[in-house]
């Protein structure tokens, strides 16, 4: 790591803490998301989605803990709520490929804005570069499961 990312702002931490727990909330998301699938295709996808998100949370927190902070270790009480929700509907659904999808894609929705907050507010700051990396892979399975939870809307009507 660059020895500028001591000098990170209380701001930019802040924002990072936040991305962690998202992160870690994304990471069980998906796996919870992968059990719950008919599609094995898109079970594996979640299971990729999965370790790209527990990735960014170890990156995330190295930057954390090189700027002297001790950082997050758990997700977030929405993420947890979320997941709740994912198992109730699951479970009325009968774990229909295009309902986990079509909730997959809501939680992709919140950690995509709250990187594009995060951007803005951090601009200038030595962890941009890492949150812009991790931004086009968000945001690239993003609209991921966003093609493909219209391409399971359309395949059914």
Request: charged share 30%; proline share 2%; aromatic share 6%.
């Amino acid at each position: 790591m660059s020895q500028t990312l001591v000098t990170m702002s209380d701001q930019a931490a802040d924002h990072v803490q936040g991305l962690i727990r998202l992160n870690i909330d994304s990471a069980e998301g998906f796996t919870a998301a992968a059990k719950r699938v008919e599609d094995p295709r898109v079970a594996d996808l979640f299971r990729e989605y999965a370790a790209q998100r527990s990735k960014n949370a170890e990156e995330l927190k190295a930057a954390v803990a090189f700027n002297g902070e001790e950082p997050a270790d758990s997700g977030t009480t929405a993420g947890t709520l979320h997941r709740w929700w994912l198992e109730i509907r699951g479970t009325v659904t009968g774990h229909d490929t295009a309902n986990v999808l079509a909730e997959a894609e809501r939680g992709e929705d919140s950690i995509k804005h709250h990187y594009e907050d995060a951007i803005k507010e951090c601009s200038g700051s030595p962890i941009i570069q890492l949150l812009t990396k991790q931004y086009e892979n968000v945001k690239a399975a993003h609209d991921r499961v966003r093609d493909l939870r219209d391409a399971y809307k359309a395949a059914k009507s």
